[in-house]
Structures are given as C-alpha cells and as structure tokens.
Nanobody, 130 residues
Framework: LIILTESGGGSAQTGGSLRLSCLAS??????????KAWFRQAPGKEREGVAVIGNNNKLNYADSVKGRFTISQDKAKNALYLQMSSLKAEDAGVYYC??????????????????????WGRGTQVTVSS
C-alpha cells in the first residue's frame, strides 16, 4: 500500500505562486516506476488532470496551465512537485497527486479521469484571491 501525502497548499493572490509537494510512503518499492500526475477539483466540478510526468520524465500539461505550472519529481525522495505560477482565480480547488496510471495512453492529461489512476492522496486546498 502506497500512501500519498500532499502539502504546500494555501492562499495566494492572483498572479502569485505556490509549490505543492506530494510525498510517498509505505510500500514504495516500485513507486519510482509509476507515471504520476496532479489533478484538481473545484467545488461542484469533476476532478480534472493538470499535469503528468512519465518514467522518462516526459511531461504533459492541461492547456489551462501550460506555461504557468511545472511538474517535477525527485525519485530519491519519493517526491512529486507542482510549481504553480501566475495563478488565476480558476486555479482554485483541491489538488491531488496520483500515481500508477491504469490506461494505455497516459500522456493526454487533459482527457484523464479519476478512474485512470490507482493511488491517490487526500488533497491539499489552493485558494486564489484578487
């Protein structure tokens, strides 16, 4: 059992930055081989994919965050990060890290759904105010 724990959420002003972290613990023996991703969910909306990082560090982003968000990982620390810059009001929501992609094509983060990943954290809240 892998446990994913997000941190780094909080409040930021429009145009500001936040850095989210996700640390894996528990049965992490194969965690470094997993495709990992960040999702977010705003109130009343479905969870949506934000960014994905492959085993070869291939990156893909949702169109709404391209050029503003950066996903990265530190395999030695079992850590996943999401650097968010130029924040907008529509970036607010609960951000979740996910691991172990279950679909054949794990690159198109914009089409991914909650059922496409096996392991999930509990989320961290991001609030953006003007």
């Amino acid at each position: 059992l892998i446990i994913l724990t997000e941190s780094g959420g909080g409040s930021a002003q429009t145009g500001g930055s936040l850095r989210l972290s996700c640390l894996a613990s528990g049965d992490t023996g194969t965690y470094d081989t997993y495709i990992k991703a960040w999702f977010r969910q705003a109130p009343g909306k479905e969870r949506e994919g934000v960014a994905v990082i492959g085993n070869n560090n291939k990156l893909n982003y949702a169109d709404s965050v391209k050029g503003r968000f950066t996903i990265s990982q530190d395999k030695a620390k079992n850590a996943l990060y999401l650097q968010m810059s130029s924040l907008k009001a529509e970036d607010a929501g609960v951000y979740y890290c996910a691991a172990w992609c279950l679909r054949e094509d794990c690159n198109d983060i914009g089409s991914m759904k909650q059922t496409d990943f096996f392991d999930w954290g509990r989320g961290t809240q991001v609030t953006v105010s003007s």
